[in-house]
């Protein structure tokens, strides 16, 4: 039975990170650590410091992006704990990590620890190696595919609209438990949420259609009228957004790419 659910969030407080990174530990004498976080010696330290000798069973990363796991070779090994990695993760995990391969080790179903046993759920979208962790009846730990505070930003290529939203309703048709996300904090109902993004994701779409049965627009002209509220820091990050819709409806048959001098344009496909 877990007991145990410790969050430490990192000091990579940012636009695109929020308060930072969440790291969690789970458990009480054989511990495991989802997304160890950013590569911070502060982080690294207030890390091992909980952990305080007791033994890890393994380190676990939702997906491979540096803020998840920056210090994950030097927390594994001065824990001497192995990293699990997902069928689908090993070569991303190989390119990101300068760690021995002996440390890695391919999980193939329940990540199991002398307290209490992890689902993994292949959740590709955000990035293409994304896994959300579920204790059933406890807590689904969503990474960076459902966040705290914002939506997720899906950037190309290695991020994919339609994988995204087949990821999301994935997690709808299982979630019975409180998601604690990447950033900002847990998410009581995540059922609700996962319908709540669904919605809005339709909302968006929608709106960029609408805007391209005006006219023919460039994404960065369709970002700043769809996200005209947004903060300039943060119009960066939508516009990746707004490319992976583009490029979904595009793949679709709905919309159609038309460049003329060099700039690349958007058009309803009336064929
Ligand atoms: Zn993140």
């Known amino acids: 039975m877990l007991t145990y659910i410790k969050t430490i969030t990192a000091d990579n407080k940012g636009p695109s990170t ?22 911070s010696k502060k982080h690294l330290y207030n890390v091992i410091d909980y952990i305080d000798g007791r033994k890890v069973k393994c380190i676990i990363a939702t997906h491979h992006h540096g803020d998840h796991i920056g210090i994950m070779d030097e927390l594994a ?12 993760q090993r070569s991303k995990m190989q390119d990101a990590l300068k760690i021995s391969q002996e440390r890695l080790v391919l999980f ?19 990035a293409s190696d994304h896994y959300c962790y ?16 914002s939506t997720t930003m899906i950037r190309l290529p290695d991020g994919n609209m339609g994988k995204y939203i087949e990821s999301l309703i994935k997690i709808k048709d299982i979630c019975q ?23 809005h994701r339709n909302k968006r779409t929608g709106e960029i259609l ?22 300039p820091n943060l119009r960066n990050y939508a516009l990746f957004t707004v490319e992976s819709s583009l490029a979904e409806l595009q ?6 790419k038309v460049t003329s001098r060099k700039i690349i344009k958007y058009s309803i496909n009336s064929s």
Not at 178 to 186: A, E, I, S
Not at 210 to 226: F, G, P, V
Not at 251 to 256: A, F, V
Request: one cysteine or more.
């Open 18 to 39: 929020y308060k930072g990174t969440n790291t969690y530990i789970l458990g009480e004498k054989e511990l495991i650590v989802i997304d160890p976080g950013p590569n």
């Open 77 to 88: 090994a001065s824990q001497n704990a192995p990293i699990y990695v997902g069928k689908m």
């Open 134 to 149: 579920r204790i059933p009846g406890i807590a689904l730990f969503s990474g960076d595919h459902i966040m705290g505070w």
């Open 177 to 199: 438990e409180k998601l604690l996300p990447g950033h900002g904090n847990t998410i009581i109902d995540g059922r609700k949420r996962c319908i709540a993004l669904l919605e």
């Open 108 to 126: 193939d179903g329940p990540i199991v620890s002398s307290e209490f046993e992890i689902d993994s759920i292949f959740t590709p979208g955000h």
């Open 251 to 256: 793949k679709e048959g709905i919309i159609k």
């Open 210 to 231: 609408k805007l391209l049965e005006s006219n023919d627009m460039e994404a960065s002209q369709i970002t700043a009228l769809i996200y005209s509220k947004l903060s």
